[in-house]
């Protein structure tokens, strides 16, 4: 799950990192009062929303050269004219496509006066099963920009869970921005701040950019951006309640009431699979023979036949959605289950696409049986390889 940056600001607060002092607004008649609240003499309006590279990002209908969703001003009139320019606009980034995405709240922020730039992230390393840590001295670039230009200026290194955060790292840290004295100092402090951070609220992911160094001499996270464990969101109601579900796609959101593993892709070939490496597998060879897939659904190996209904009902929501491939292999799952999930969903919503089912294993011959005997306009498929094959070109036929 993601959050806003000033929520993620918020949330380290909470720990006793360094945050500028900001206001959120939703209206832009709240935009003088809250620049009025931060005093001044330099503000930043912020766009909120989740994705990256809102200060190069461009508004939909803006004439070319508009500013993008971060501005600086020393004029409260300036700031009261951004709130009015940028809330309810489209926002276009390198990270939201060409779709955009609506600003509907923004954040007022206090002016910081800097000397340098740092980027610094944390995240979980599958590989170490550790906390790492990303830390270089080109904040406000692009990271992957720097890792592939200049990788040299890029440091990492995890933390074991069995010490947990140690001096060292700190100092780590510190080495590789080139602080030294009080700055090491603060740069170590911080650092295990943010590894309290990051553990206290099973986040998956917190990024730093830029983290600076104000023109006094201290550190300050200027930016923030933080991504939860969503397996963990049941120990933590207080960041459930941050959710802004505005910023989610609606078969996600509505995916995740049945417990359903869905992500939305950009393709025409809807997908119904169990199990997540077979759900893959079914996306690879739907683009090998030529289409691309719409989505990733896992229904899982538990799923009742309410769950599958759920999850064709998703699927045939999503306009883009020109053929379905439901892709059952039985172990703990049931074929049968499946196919009266199937069944169920259809006479619910209706089948306007082409269907392709490929059933395998337990109750097999049950689920077949239930397909064939539905009156349903159905394709069969007795392999992976042939299902893929079949609704590919009923699609492409269609």
Known sequence: MNIHEYQAKAVLKEFGLPVSKGVAIFRPEEAEAAARELGGPVWVVKSQIHAGGRGKGTF?????????????????????QFAGEMLGQTLVTIQTGEAGKQVNRLYIEEGAQIAA????????????????????????????????????????????????IMPHHGRAVAKALGLAGPQAKEAGELTAKLYAAFTAKDMSMLEINPLVLTGDGH????????????????????????????????????????????????GTIGCMVNGAGLA????????????????????GGGATEEKVTAAFKIITADPQ??????????????????????????????LEVPLVVRLEGTNVEEGKAIISGSGLNVIPADDLDAAAQKIVAAVKKG
Do not use: W
């Open 321 to 350: 959605v020109k053929g379905i491939l439901v892709n059952i292999f039985g172990g703990i799952m049931k074929c049968d289950v499946i196919a009266r999930g199937v069944i169920a969903a259809v006479k619910t919503v209706g």
């Open 219 to 266: 550190l300050k996270c200027l930016d923030a951006k933080i991504s939860f464990d969503s397996n963990a969101l049941y120990r933590h109601p207080d960041i459930v309640a941050l959710r802004d579900e505005t910023e989610e796609d609606a078969k996600e959101i509505e995916a995740s009431k049945y417990d359903l593993a869905y992500i939305a892709l950009d």
């Open 117 to 164: 730039e740092f980027y610094l992230s944390m995240l979980v390393d599958r590989e170490t099963g550790q906390v790492a840590f990303v830390v270089s001295t080109e904040g406000g670039m692009d990271i992957e920009t720097v890792a592939h230009d200049t990788p040299e200026k890029i440091v990492t290194f995890s933390v074991d869970p069995a010490t947990g």
């Open 280 to 299: 893959m597998a079914t996306l690879d060879i739907i683009k090998l023979y030529g289409e691309e897939p719409a989505n990733f659904l896992d229904v």
């Open 60 to 80: 939909k209908g803006a004439p070319a050269g508009a500013k993008g969703g971060v501005r600086v001003t020393k004029s409260i009139d300036e700031v009261k």
